[in-house]
């Protein structure tokens, strides 16, 4: 049996270059971790805690224990981290690290990445608080210059928004961008995801906007039932019904679905 002895060392002696601002705090009850000389976890411990030396190996490992889930924009920050103190070490880490988070490293995750690192912090946190993906954020790498966008996401990550909703924002923010729309047209001026949406997509199709105003206005004068709702509603690039019922019982589930063949007909009719 090899035993591997690891250190305590008063944290005012490990450096916090490693610092990726995690999102959840390390639990008190467990002491820093540290990995030559470079605390790993307790960024924001008083300097005279204590910190556990973690032997040479294993790093990713550590990283992985440490932090079981982390999101892309919190991995995006300690990949920066890493190799800014690392640089001799952090193409061996950087491969097995992405790996460990369910991602495949490639230069398109690369540049992602480095979009992603431009944007500022409350952005970030929005894209980690919506479980974003680097595909989620592919529009960014269209930008020349995404210093000139920030206004846009910084508000975008203000607005109440879903994550189906704030990607097709984000998508249709950086399109209307490029097409040399004002920045501050695109800024949201409503809390409400829906009719924002609604402005852009008007915005970037015209045609099929008006098709889908129409559409919204008749379907709002069909027969609907008692408690149940029906709007017209765009996604993406399909558009179709959005049908909400409220029931209480197996029967009257059935009724209410018996009533909605009326509006079947009526569809067919309008189509």
Known sequence: MVVRLMLLKPISQCSKCLDFLPRRPWPQVFPALAWRGHLLTGFHRPPTDMALELDDGGLVDAYKAAYPELGLSELARLLRALEATFPEYFLEFRNPLCTAYSLRWSDRLGQTIQALLQTQLSFQTWVDDKKLGPRDLSPLLALPEISEFLPYTEALARLPISKVEGVRALELG?????????????????????????????????????????????????????????QWQRFGDQAGLEIKIRTTSADDLKKKLERLNSIGETWSCKS
């Not at 008007?202 to 919204?216: C, F, I, K, L």
């Open 174 to 230: 950086v399109e209307l961008f490029l097409l040399g729309r004002p920045l501050n047209d695109l800024l949201p001026s409503t809390d409400s995801p829906s009719l924002y949406l609604r402005r852009l997509e008007q915005w970037r199709r015209p045609r099929t906007s008006e098709n889908d105003e129409a559409w919204r206005t008749d379907v709002a004068q069909w027969p609907w039932p008692a408690q149940v709702q029906g």
